[in-house]
């Protein structure tokens, strides 16, 4: 691990002022370490913001309001995720393993780097890491890569389970920087590689993202989650689908449906959502709907699977809606 | 995966062999040719004596330790405080070999700055049970076979005292799914749900 001085801000204004050139937030650690060790980042200043109070889970008007340093297990069990955004809690629960889960803050979570194995070594090229020296993945392993918004510089999944259901939730994120804050949409934040893959999202240099905020969604207490993977546990995801359905009287009125596992960033499917918008709960809907789930997908030599497990696993998961 | 090193022999070899992994890994990023990330690109190099102060509660006890920022939880723990029980297996939050309580939620050591502690509770293998006692998770990993080599025992346990704790010892598969933290590369895995069960729902406390 390379040196870097350690500060402990005491405020949110403090810590925004501190960041610079070389600095790296610290709440769980379980990316930042965890790259660090790898030589994959390589901060000189190392900020913990662990004593900031962004904390707290509590509806705010209709919307629920959760602190950026929130765990996942915590907000996982919190009732009023479960009773209200089940999506999200089975997300969580989904998502890397008990003690992980204790440490990882939701913020962290969401700005997460990818688990693309040329990315987490320095002895390979990767565009992500070091702008310019190639993408090995393109013509190595990339089973577990993505198929919609690759270029020819990063096929490179995001790993967030989380943010997969929150951008199906369209769900916002504040930010904070020098100069104030500014609230944007979860799904605006996260950037397509295109040429630029080192770019993986809007924040600014320094900015702090301090809360996650879910809009109220009477309906998304029909929600879930379903994540394929090699191992039914402790494992990233091959393809997963968030779905959320508004139903009355055996019709669809609204639908959510986001993809993760097969995307650059978190995938939100309208196009799928309008399919089955109006028509009957029925299986005979689903199949019908997400026909064109995976249009546009560039699938890789290894993962050609996907396309067709990307469309099961969202009908499995509106399956798992029914009454 | 988690590469678990097997326990050796004797202690001065697996840690010859731990230290000569060191040195050939930082080997190969010093002639490695691809820069590091963006973060490298600009802000000024720590100083020389770069070193922060700790007081960090273990096991009931407190310990004024100055530092480097770099060191881990679980570096600390083994060789500054010398309390071995805490594994070191992959050393990448992958394993759970090195899992320990701070204020009583199970965390992994090797993905935990000791800096960022100051003032937190860290519990653990040596101090989950008063005196020479032994924890009842601990008398049911004996009891019930639930191990082999031991080396990811000591993580095993922790995890399981925290898993009573949290309630999720309802059935074998939800044992088994807030178990799937810990790697056992022996495969003990049937007689540590066993020795889970076991102890049932009162087996939480430390």
């Known amino acids: ?323 | 995966m988690a590469h678990v090193p097997e326990p050796d022999r004797s202690d001065l070899s697996r840690r010859d062999f731990l230290a000569r992994s060191a040195a050939m890994s930082a080997a190969t990023v010093a002639v490695g040719v691809w820069p590091a990330g963006p973060a490298a690109a600009a802000g000024p190099a720590p100083p020389a004596n770069n070193l922060v102060d700790v007081t960090l509660r273990v096991n009931g006890r407190p310990h004024q330790l100055r530092l480097d920022p770099r060191t881990t939880l679980l570096d600390t723990l083994r060789e500054r405080l010398h309390l071995t029980g805490t594994k070191k297996g992959c050393d990448r939050g992958q394993c759970g070999a090195c899992t320990v309580h701070v204020d009583g939620r199970r965390v992994l050591a090797c993905l935990t700055l000791a800096a960022s502690l100051r003032d937190r509770a860290v519990t653990t293998i040596e101090g989950l049970a008063p005196g020479g006692d032994l924890h009842p998770m601990q008398q049911a990993f004996i009891d019930h076979d639930g191990f082999q080599c031991g080396f990811c025992t000591p993580g095993q346990i922790m995890s399981a005292v925290a898993l009573l704790r949290e309630g999720h010892a309802g059935s074998d598969d939800e044992i088994r799914e807030f178990m799937s933290g810990n790697l056992c590369r022996c495969g003990a895995y049937p007689t540590i749900v066993d020795a889970v069960k076991a102890v049932g729902p009162r087996g939480g406390s430390n």
């Open chain 1, 1 to 323: 691990m390379r040196a870097f001085t350690f500060d402990t801000p005491a405020t949110v204004a403090d810590a925004v002022a501190q960041a610079g050139d070389g600095s790296a937030y610290l709440a769980g650690g379980t990316t930042l370490v965890d790259l660090m060790k790898l030589d994959a980042m390589t901060p000189t200043r190392v900020l913990d913001i662990n004593r900031l109070p962004m904390r707290g889970i509590r509806l705010e008007g209709a919307r629920l309001s959760v602190g950026a340093l929130e765990r996942m297990s915590d907000v996982a069990d919190h009732p009023m995720v479960r009773a209200r955004y089940p999506v999200v809690a089975e997300a969580l629960l989904r998502s890397a393993s008990p003690q992980v889960r204790n440490m990882a803050s939701i913020g962290g979570n969401l700005l997460q780097r990818t688990r693309c194995g040329y990315f987490r070594d320095p002895d390979t090229p990767c565009n992500k890491r070091a702008p310019g020296t190639g993408c090995p993945a393109r013509d190595g392993h990339n089973r577990a890569h993505a198929i919609l918004g690759t270029s020819n510089d990063c096929v490179a999944t995001h790993p967030s389970d989380l943010a997969v259901a929150l951008v199906a939730l369209d769900a916002s994120v504040l930010l904070r920087n020098r100069t104030g804050e500014r609230i944007v949409r979860l799904d605006d934040i996260y950037r397509l590689p295109e040429n630029t893959p080192h770019l993986e999202n809007q924040l600014h240099p320094g900015e702090l993202l301090t809360e996650v905020s879910i809009p109220a969604l009477d309906w998304a207490r029909r929600s879930t989650y379903v994540k394929v993977r090699d191992r039914q546990s402790y494992e990233f995801a091959l393809t997963s689908a968030a779905v959320a359905l508004d139903v009355r009287g055996g019709m669809i009125r609204n639908a959510r449906v986001a993809a993760g596992g097969v995307g650059t960033k978190p995938w939100r499917l309208p196009a799928v959502e309008r399919a089955l918008t109006g028509r009957p709960m029925r299986l005979d809907t689903f199949e019908s709907a997400v026909a064109h789930a995976a249009d546009g997908a560039r699938p890789l030599a290894h993962n050609r699977f996907k396309p067709a497990l990307l469309r099961r696993t969202i009908v499995r998961a509106l399956t798992g809606l029914e009454d």
